[in-house]
């Protein structure tokens, strides 16, 4: 187990220029991450892994630095936001696929895998959707055929160029009990397994992923996602994969037993993934800060490259420029590998030792 062997005092000896409240400026800003040694996902392939990141695709359009870097570092890419249903489906039955189909051609070019992010989930529904079922409207019945064509056409249309899928997101509460969302209210925890049946179906080869936050050790909610994951092998439904998402954050410390954890999932013949990672901190940031966090993010990373079943690693945006956390977590931010003048934290530096010294 090589979690956190890097030392702290390595990685404070990090040149930092630690500027403002929101952010994080880096010394290293005019040279990284274009300059110097071989990229992430150079390493990463001689490690058997596959180094990603999300993706925004506003962005990726608009910023020369950020495309750059998406393509240099990474070698395989997720969906941000363009392959969830309210974007891909904003008028029942009018499609929007030009987001995700740019994703897809953007790897495509560059040698890149995509992971799709995420076919069923309670969250970034369409408004004709959630308006529909809280009105009455749409019925049970209607609603599962609707969940159907859904999971049918997005799967089918990205068939053989999508390597994972997370089929269902967030579907278990803290407790270990399911989620109360409209999907189980009216379908009953059967949706589950019909949503990896009708992905199978749609597309054979992709490996078909459970998704979730705080699942990183061994806790009730984990261990809800291990019972629900045998049950369903074990009645021969098509789920391959355990999709760790890894929203961490140093002021609650490093989850407990993550070697553990993914070795239960890998016993039951499973993938692992970590399919989100980001580590948050309350602002502002100063270098003690970003040396724990680059402990945590070597955490995770180690225990991927620890798990044979681990193949896969992705961040969850690689800039602070670009994150979701500063405005979900008022006052918490510098959750990602480079500042957001591009330049690289520590972080940065615990990824590519890692992934240097392999498995
Ligand atoms: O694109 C619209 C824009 O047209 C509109 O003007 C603007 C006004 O609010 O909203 C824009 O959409 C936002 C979208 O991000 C794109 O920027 C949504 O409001 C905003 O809610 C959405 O947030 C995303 C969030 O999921 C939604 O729950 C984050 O970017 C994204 O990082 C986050 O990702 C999730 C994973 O999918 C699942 N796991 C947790 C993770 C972090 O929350």
Redesign the pocket.
Known sequence: MKNFRMSVVGLLGVTLLVTGFTGVQTAAAHEAPQGGKAPLRALAERADLRIGT?V?M?ALGEDTTYRRTTGREFNSVTA??VM?WE?VEPARGTYDWSGADALVRFARDRGQVVRG??LV?H??LPGWLTAGVADGSIGAGELRGILRKHVTTEVKRYKGRIQQWDVV??VFEEDGSLRNSIWLQKLGPSYIADAFRWAHAADPKAKLFL?D?NVEGVNAKSTAYYELAKRLRAEDVPVQGFGI?G?LAIQYGFPGDVAGNLARFERLGMQTAFT?VDVRMILPADAEKLATQATYFRGLLDACLGARSCKSFTV??FTDKYS?VP??FAGQGAATLLGEDFGRKPAYGAVREGLAEGR
Do not use: C, L, P
Request: charged residues 20%.
């Open positions: 999300a925004d506003a941000e936001n969830k974007v992010h995420t989930w969250s970034q997101n967030e998704n936050y998402q929203h989100e969850w945006g979701w405005g979900v």
